[in-house]
């Protein structure tokens, strides 16, 4: 009782499967892309509902707890699909390279900004893991380990601002 868990179950484009074991194991968090689509729910906005939720938690003792999210949630967050089809255009042209300079050059503004945005590793997953089509293979984004990332980032906010005194592993 001392671990957060963030488990991605498969489920690309629907998140009936994450529902399911929801229902059965009763986790702190369960987030469903579905939803994320229907409240266009950013990558921040993910990030401070969990972030609120491991506070609130704290404040009551309990630094530990399980989030359920499907393995295509990324999908869902409208920054991250805007992102994922431009660079599924760009890299899909004769003589594109999968570098990070390069594909910063042909980016939109917005895009480049989600882009840069995003921890090393995610970044070198978008560019790295292509399907034989030339698209980004969304299953193999540890989306887990990225809301982990961007959530310990906005709890250390926090506990310098002094709203947050817990443990978050």
Do not use: W
């Not at 609130?56 to 630094?63: E, H, M």
């Not at 999210?69 to 004769?94: C, Q, T, V, Y």
Request: charged letters at 30%.
């Amino acid at each position: 009782q001392k671990y957060y868990h963030i488990v991605r179950l498969m489920g690309r484009s629907a998140s009936n499967i994450a529902l399911e074991v929801a229902l059965l194991t009763r986790p702190n968090a369960c987030l469903l892309g579905e939803e994320v689509a229907r409240d266009k729910k950013s990558l921040k906005d993910l990030t401070m509902d969990l972030a609120d939720m491991i506070e609130q938690r704290s404040a009551a003792g309990k630094d530990y707890g399980v989030v359920i999210l499907p393995e295509g949630l990324i999908e869902f967050i409208p920054e991250f699909n805007a992102l994922i089809s431009e660079l599924n255009d760009k890299l899909a042209a004769a003589g594109a390279r999968a570098t990070e300079a390069s594909v910063l050059e042909v980016l939109s503004p917005e895009n480049a900004s989600v882009f840069k945005y995003l921890p090393d590793f995610i970044r070198a997953q978008l560019l790295l893991d292509r399907d034989p089509h030339g698209n980004v293979q969304v299953a193999k984004i540890e989306t887990e380990k990225l809301l982990a990332a961007t959530v310990k980032t906005e709890l250390e906010k926090r506990r310098v601002a002094g709203s947050y005194k817990g443990s978050f592993k």
